[in-house]
């Protein structure tokens, strides 16, 4: 799927099988009772004893995975990133220093998802997974669709659903600069200026209910 078309209508197209997929934003009354029924969620599985995040991360330093320094680390590297940004930004026609801080800026972001790899080992095991998960997966039921206007969560399980969502919505959130330094959206973007989101002229999908 094309980022700058996603992020114009806010709408995700991808495929199962044979099927086309339409997922449209999800209204405030969704994402509300989402919020409400997924705290539930990760209040009943702490009830029943299952990890918080802080817990895993404990497990892991006791088991010498993962430690404090770590952490630290990681903090110090996003202070880092954000320091740079503020340089390049101070840079921004000196292209030579550009370049130079950009590579660092692709460097220790790197690093961070190294660490983050670590620090989230366990985090499918957690209260917090399940609160995360419990918020998507009630969105995407309400809002996803075959072209038919059939609710997709009838015709695929609901993990499938949620892992080719959310495998798709971070690889286009992770283009974002990318796509905001395209040919094309400058182009829409002094075009239309705040009207590209408006859905007038970006093609958004239809869904039929």
Sequence with gaps: MDAIYFFLSG????RMGSK??????????????????????????????TWTQEDAENHLIELGFWSKEENDKMDKIRENINNMKVDY??????????????????KQE????????KKY??????????????????????????????????????QSLYNKYTALVTNLNSNSRNVAKSDEW???WFNAKTRCFENKSCGQSKIIK
């Design 121 to 158: 080992y366990l985090y499918d095991k957690t209260c917090d997974y399940l609160r995360t998960y419990a918020f998507n997966s009630y969105n995407i039921q309400k809002n996803a669709f075959l072209r038919n206007g059939m609710p997709a969560y009838l015709a695929f399980p609901m």
């Design 89 to 106: 930004f101070n840079n921004f026609f000196s292209s030579d220093t550009k370049k130079y801080i950009k590579q660092n800026i692709d």
């Design 110 to 117: 790197k690093n961070i998802l190294e660490l983050s790899h």
């Design 20 to 49: 086309y997929i339409y997922v449209k934003p999800p209204s405030a009354r969704d994402k509300a009772f989402a919020d409400f029924f997924a705290q539930e969620q990760y209040d009943d599985a702490l009830l029943e004893g």
């Design 11 to 14: 709408n995700v197209i991808f």
């Design 186 to 188: 400058k182009q829409k």
